[in-house]
């Protein structure tokens, strides 16, 4: 499969030869740029020892081909998703630390934590359903439809960084 695949030196990336879009199956790829690139590790080396721990790994990118549409998809919904649970969150939050707590120091700093998780939770749904909507794939479901990739994920890489 890495045929279908140049090494770029410069940007130190896997880039396609394939133009086809991965994410809607119709288009053609014009421009690298375009693409999504997605990183994979593998885990090395790992050291667990009682005081110390450490975990040495390699990491590779590899572009996804996707076409100025599906890009112009992505971004939207992912912009748009990013928006309205940051709205949901300030709303629900609001209401509740105004009903339990009414307005204080304490409960706006807990609103404002509050509206930083519900954001942070609410928006990759909210954005995996918008482009689900639009007829196409998610950035990571396309991406794990990619032979190449796939095929790395099926001998250990993973697209989780190691943690020590």
């Keep these: 499969m890495i045929e279908n695949y140049t090494f770029n030196e410069t940007h130190t990336r896997f880039e396609p030869l394939n133009n086809k879009c991965t994410y809607c199956g119709e288009a053609e790829m014009k421009s ?18 009682i005081v ?9 990118t590899i572009g996804v081909p996707r076409c100025s549409s599906c890009k112009k998809i992505h971004i939207s919904t992912q912009s748009k998703a990013n928006w309205v649970s940051l709205g949901i969150s300030a709303f629900v939050l609001v ?12 409960s706006i700093v807990f609103g404002l934590f509050g509206i930083f998780i519900g ?10 359903t918008y482009t689900s909507n ?31």
């Design 32 to 49: 690298i740029d375009d693409c999504c690139f997605v990183s994979l590790y593998a885990i090395n080396d790992r050291t667990n020892l």
């Design 52 to 60: 110390y721990r450490s975990v040495k790994y390699a990491a590779i």
């Design 95 to 106: 209401f509740i630390i105004y009903l339990f707590f009414g307005f204080n120091p304490f």
């Design 119 to 128: 954001a942070v939770l609410l928006a990759p749904k909210l954005t995996e």
């Design 134 to 164: 639009q007829g196409i794939y998610t950035m990571k479901d396309g991406a794990e439809t990619n032979q190449f990739i796939h095929d790395l994920v099926m001998s250990g890489w993973s697209f989780t960084k190691p943690s020590a």
